[in-house]
């Protein structure tokens, strides 16, 4: 399964952003879905899950209140919409299929995306 999170790119404090994960080569409603983050010299941290219909979410201290996921099953994609963006959100944003419903923990992930770029400029 190849997964290709998109959208990323250069941004100004205060800024936003939309990601895009689409994961067509799989039964979207089988799987939850959550989106990573690493930042340069840092350990990769969990910021948002959602569960496989969407009825749950997660949403980590650092982005809660600025971040909201989201999912179109029928058309095979999840979106993390990025508001509010400070030079503390730069990373590298990644995408990964839960095994075990809406989970941010790194050996739950059954499948991982590559990653897209998130450049917030001060």
């Known amino acids: 399964v190849q997964l290709q999170a998109s959208g990323g790119g250069l941004v100004q404090e205060g800024g936003s952003l939309r990601l895009s994960c689409p994961a067509s080569?799989?039964?979207?409603?089988?799987?939850?879905f959550a989106w990573f983050r690493q930042a340069l010299g840092k350990e990769r941290e969990g910021v948002s899950c959602?569960?496989?219909?969407?009825?749950?979410?997660y949403y980590s201290d650092s982005v809660k209140g600025r971040f909201t996921v989201s999912r179109d099953n029928a058309k095979s994609t999840v979106d993390l919409q990025m508001n509010s963006l400070k030079p503390g959100d730069t990373a590298i944003y990644y995408c990964?299929?839960?095994?075990?419903?809406?989970?941010?923990?790194?050996?739950?992930?059954?499948?991982w995306g590559k990653g897209t770029l998130v450049t917030v400029s001060s």
């Open positions: 990964a299929v839960s095994n075990y419903g809406c989970s941010v923990t790194e050996t739950d992930m059954k499948y």
């Open positions: 959602i569960s496989r219909r969407g009825g749950t979410t």
């Open positions: 080569e799989l039964p979207m409603e089988n799987y939850a």
